[in-house]
């Protein structure tokens, strides 16, 4: 069975870090492009994220970049999100999703993922 699972939300303080999990059964995750996306109350979801499969190409949405790090872990079938300096608008449900995306520089387009996560809470406040 195909599946994806987050892990690691949780509550944080303004400025604490969190680290998301993204776990993949019944499939190989490195074959995939993996876009992390969140939607927070009230508003639609959007991409935070997105790692290449073809060379490990990296991508940020302007909110996050330089504060959230993506990577991937061959060997677990895992891609992680390193959130730092964490802000109260980063209150969200954070999914992921694989996809082998036509143009990466597309990667936040919703519809070129074919698998997604049941999503991770992640609530910043003090």
């Known amino acids: 069975q195909v599946q994806l699972v987050e892990s690691g939300g949780g509550l944080v303080q303004p400025g604490g870090s969190l680290r998301l999990s993204c776990t993949a059964s019944?499939?190989?995750?490195?074959?995939?492009?993996i876009g992390w996306f969140r939607q927070a109350p009230g508003k639609e979801r959007e991409g935070v994220s997105c790692?290449?499969?073809?060379?490990?190409?990296?991508y940020y949405a302007d909110s996050v970049k330089g504060r959230f790090t993506i990577t991937r872990d061959s060997a677990k079938n895992t891609v992680y999100l390193q959130m730092n300096s964490l802000k109260p608008e980063d209150t969200a449900v954070y999914y992921c999703?694989?996809?082998?995306?036509?143009?990466?520089?597309?990667?936040?387009?919703?519809?070129?993922?074919?698998?997604w996560g049941q999503g991770t809470q992640v609530t910043v406040s003090s």
């Open positions: 999703a694989a996809g082998r995306l036509n143009v990466i520089r597309l990667w936040m387009l919703q519809n070129e993922y074919d698998n």
């Open positions: 019944g499939f190989t995750l490195d074959y995939y492009d």
């Open positions: 790692i290449s499969s073809r060379d490990g190409s990296t």
